[in-house]
C-alpha cells in the first residue's frame, strides 16, 4: 500500500498525499487562472461573512454587525450590511487599507491578519501567472 522506499513513515505519505490533493483541486498544476479567481472571490466572501458577525466599526455608519437575538432584518439592510463587510474583506485582501472601516476586538485583529496573508499568497500568485503568460 505504501510505498516504503520514498516515505520514512506513514505520517510523511499523508502529507505528501494531501498536498498533492490540495494542489490538484485547488490550484491544479500548472496554470489555472480561473481557478484562482474563484478561490480569489471564494475567500473574499467567506471573510466578509465572518466579518458580519464580528463586527466592524465604519466611520460613516458606526458599528456593522449582525446581531443573533434580533431576527427583524430586512433583505435590505441585510444586503446593506453585507456590502459594507464586503467592502472592507475587499480592501483587507487587497492590502490597501483605507482606514474608513476598521475591525473590533483581538479575533477580529487576528481574522484580519489572517486574511491579510492570503491576499498577499494569492496576489502573489496572480503575478506569477501573469507574468508567465506575458513572457510566453
Request: glycine share 8%; with cysteine; net charge positive.
Amino acid at each position: 500500500f505504501i510505498e516504503e522506499d520514498k516515505y520514512n513513515n506513514y505520517k510523511d505519505y499523508l502529507s505528501k498525499k494531501t498536498y498533492d490533493f490540495l494542489s490538484k483541486h485547488i490550484l491544479g498544476y500548472g496554470e489555472k487562472p480561473f481557478k484562482l479567481l474563484l478561490i480569489s472571490i471564494g475567500v473574499v466572501s467567506l471573510f466578509a461573512l465572518i466579518y458580519m458577525f464580528i463586527g466592524v466599526n465604519s466611520v460613516e455608519y458606526g458599528l456593522i454587525k449582525i446581531n443573533l437575538f434580533k431576527n427583524d432584518y430586512s433583505i435590505y439592510e441585510f444586503i446593506k450590511m453585507y456590502i459594507y463587510v464586503l467592502y472592507f474583506s475587499i480592501i483587507t485582501f487587497c492590502t490597501v487599507g483605507y482606514g474608513d472601516v476598521i475591525i473590533t476586538g483581538l479575533l477580529g485583529k487576528i481574522i484580519v491578519c489572517l486574511e491579510v496573508f492570503l491576499g498577499v499568497t494569492i496576489n502573489a500568485m496572480w503575478t506569477s501567472i501573469l507574468l508567465s503568460r506575458v513572457i510566453r
